[in-house]
């Protein structure tokens, strides 16, 4: 995932540098592998994976050299989160698989210019690096640095656990599902036709209407917009709204609709969320998402294309560029432009 921060935030030290791990990804990593990127300086990219077993290490190399390729990585600092060993300080965990990297990504040209052991990203956990003996550490108070404040500032949230971020995304209780589910079949019944036009309308105005709302949506305008999002034009023309100010505005109803709406309607705005999430940084969310769109609706198209997106780590500039491609096609829509289209889960 990229980083989620939009501006450069110089660190002191290497300390800084590893406290500043969770505000990265978004959340505290723990029993993971995390790769920091490094251009010109710079931490371009991270990238977090579960510790694999030790007959996975090769797999997990040649896994990881795509995507760094791909983003033009020469340079990578490799973090090993885990509790520590019996044989601590002369064995390090996963110390292996540290070399299997090592000699992986070296014969790709990606050099790993550090490799650090954390037991956790906490306020005065100690780290040790795997190249050097000599080199540790103690980490700063995560909460006090300048990229959480850079990460606060820019509205994002920095959770405990991969699990606490994927909590935000819990379902409404099955019978609520059931409910809309039911309300759903009727209006497709008694109004099969949609209006791409009319439609992203009705998507616009809750947009805008997010921000002055209060409490949550009623079933009948969730059923409505898990009608107009199922228009494929008008889902696609949605991630226009990426390119506007109110973009935080769009990807707060994404996330109340994902929460909201049956399966598989349910995998249109999970879809726009992950969109929204990873243009702006926010690779975990975006994973997080795709899997609850994948949940609902198994194979669908614009997941699956937005899933190679998020695998192949492509830079969120270039997904904001994207955004504006689709923001002409959600103009020519609410400026009139009329087609048929009906119901799809694709």
Partial sequence: MPSTLSKP???????????????????????????????????????????????????????????????????????????????????????????????????????????????????DAQWLCYLDIDCHGTLPDPQLSAVAAASAHEGNVTFESRAAMAAILTLDPPDALERRSTLLDELMTSSPDADPCTELRRVSDAIDAVEHRKGSLPDKEIVALAKALAVPEVRDASMGFAAQPRSRLAERLWLELTRACPAPERAEPACLLAFYAYQRGDGGIASIALDVAEEACPGHTLGKLVRAVVSAAFPPSEIRELSVKYMDSARELLAGTQSSSGRSQS
Wanted: glycine share 6%; aromatic share 2%; net charge negative.
């Fill in 9 to 123: 935030i110089r660190v002191r030290d290497a300390g800084d540098l590893y406290a500043a791990i969770p505000h990265l990804m978004g959340f505290h990593p723990a029993d993971s592998l995390v790769v920091l990127v490094l251009k010109d300086h710079l931490v371009s990219m991270t990238m977090r994976v579960d510790l694999p077993r030790p007959r996975h290490r090769g797999l997990l190399a040649a896994q990881l050299e795509g995507p760094l390729q791909e983003h033009g990585a020469s340079e990578v600092i490799l973090v090993v989160v885990c509790p520590p060993s019996e044989h601590m300080p002369e064995e390090l965990p996963h110390e292996p698989l540290v070399t299997a990297l090592r000699h992986r990504l070296g014969g790709a040209g990606i050099e790993v210019v550090e490799a650090v052991w954390l037991p956790s990203c906490q306020k």
